[in-house]
Nanobody
Framework: QVQLVESGGGLVQAGGSLRLSCAPS????????MGWFRQAPGKERDFVAAISWRSGNTYYSDSVEGRFTISGDNAKSTVYLQMDSLKPEDTAVYYC???????????????????WGQGTQVTVSS
């Protein structure tokens, strides 16, 4: 079983930046894709960003497009999320996820992911 561990969350003022990291705690596996999702209090978990290692394509939600950047190293099953120009509405618990194999379902969808981290809190103050 792959255990993913997120780090890099914290408290930041609006307009600031944070960089989240996600890596497996033990053995590494090559994945088809990795992604980031977030869940604000009282809301559902939503897609933030994803990267397909096979194509190199990246995907972003409309709310973070142009402000967040996903990157990583598939050989290490490691993914990063650079978050710039943060807004109070970005406040949430951020989760990373890993998808082992390609499926017809888009990697922007939660259901394709096989492994999840425990989450890291990001709080943006106004």
């Amino acid at each position: 079983q792959v255990q993913l561990v997120e780090s890099g969350g914290g408290l930041v003022q609006a307009g600031g930046s944070l960089r989240l990291s996600c890596a497996p705690s033990g053995r590494t596996f090559s994945m088809y894709a990795m992604g980031w999702f977030r869940q604000a209090p009282g809301k559902e978990r939503d897609f933030v960003a994803a990267i397909s290692w096979r194509s190199g394509n990246t995907y972003y939600s409309d709310s973070v497009e142009g402000r967040f950047t996903i990157s990583g190293d598939n050989a290490k099953s490691t993914v990063y999320l650079q978050m710039d120009s943060l807004k109070p509405e970005d406040t949430a618990v951020y989760y990373c996820a890993a998808d082992r194999t390609a499926t017809p379902v888009a990697i922007t969808t939660m259901s394709v992911y096989d492994y999840w981290g425990q989450g890291t809190q990001v709080t943006v103050s106004s």
